[in-house]
């Protein structure tokens, strides 16, 4: 399989990781600590609220990112990323938008659906774009309308989540597409990232583990629940948004719900941004969290990636 192209932003990651948006838990704090740590770090566009939030949160992000980038010249910060739900029902995406534009945003991350107009606002600030998808004809759409590389979400991935086992995807994205690609479902230990690139993976796209950080912006009993469960905890379901996607059934039992029997959801009626009710008291997860077993800085969970994936790399005499 021949090397994949990738843009020079990233080119020069300490760790092939790139840390998943979490919606309503990440912020400021958990991106630059994840950037310092090496890694790319992300947020939700829409986790500033209200929106004028943004432009102080981006302000924050670039200042400190480019004061410890002057004061570490030798081991430099990871870039950032912003992730845009471009789905008709965010009614915030031209501002958010300019906010990225204004701060060239080097990574912008876009969610539920490919749009040429965004992938070409952010390609006129010099940044690149990631789509992510569930499958190779959602992906086929998203290099069609511009996006630079994709975010293959296969089974077992916190939130929003497909149904196809990562061999599937991977092999069917690089039949085609030599460009770069990040692998999110499970991944939580530096042997699963090893896993990823060696099935055709550029980078792996961890959530569910950054969750249980002392950074995230998670309650306490949500980051407790991550090291407490494993993947027979996790529930599949379409009722919260009308999109599938994967949460800890202790959040649905709280809920007053039943995680075994739960009903059906209209897709008509999707949400993304407005109800935040869902994403408050129903707590996404993925399968990977089988791994974390303690709540700890992003710094100390970056650094335990690296050693497991060395260690992985020596097994494998590579």
Known sequence: MPMSKLPPVLQNLSLPVIGSPLFIISNPQLVIEQCKAGVVGSMPALNARPAELLDEWLAEITETLAAYNKANPDKPAAPFAINQIVHKSNDRLDHDMQ???KYKVPIVITSLGAREDVNQAVHSWGGVVLHDIINNKFAHKAIEKGADGLIAVAAGAGGHAGTKSPFALIQEIRQWFDGPVALSGSIASGGAILAAQAMG?????????FIATLEARAQDAYKQAIVDSNSDDIVYSNLFTGVHGN???PSIRAAGLD?????????????FGSDRKAWKDIWG???GIGAINAVTSTADLVAKLRREYEEARARLKL
């Open 99 to 101: 906010v990225c534009a």
């Open 201 to 209: 993976a550029d980078f792996a796209y961890i959530g569910s583990a």
């Open 247 to 249: 949460y800890l059934a």
């Open 259 to 271: 995680p075994d029997n739960l009903p059906e959801s209209d897709p008509s009626k999707m949400n």
């Open 285 to 287: 997860c993925g399968q």
